[in-house]
């Protein structure tokens, strides 16, 4: 009863992220602003990461986890750099 739950669940879990995900897209292609587009940029790679855990939760490998993990530390990255340079305009001072 409760594998079945769990099943359920993450298929709901996986169809909601999708969904936030092609919001997130959206955002990103018609974003009128700049920092729209980079708020979109940063759902994006929050949900693709937030949908390996889930797939990682489903299949039981490790490695969907490790890559959960380098997406997240490279959209930081991406994101503070996009940031600096809307702000600034430019990335290394």
Do not use: C
Request: overall charge positive; proline content about 1%; glycine content about 8%.
């Amino acid at each position: 009863m409760s594998a079945l739950i769990l099943t359920w669940a993450i298929t709901i879990a996986q169809l909601a992220l999708a969904v936030a995900m092609v919001l997130a897209l959206t955002r990103m292609i018609r974003g009128p602003r700049a920092q729209d587009r980079v708020l979109g940029l940063d759902t994006l790679y929050v949900n693709s990461m937030l949908q390996l855990v889930v797939y990682g939760m489903r299949s039981g490998h490790v490695l969907y986890f490790e890559v959960a993990l380098i997406i997240g530390i490279l959209g930081f990255v991406a994101t503070v750099a996009l940031a600096k340079f809307l702000m600034r305009g430019e990335v290394i001072e």
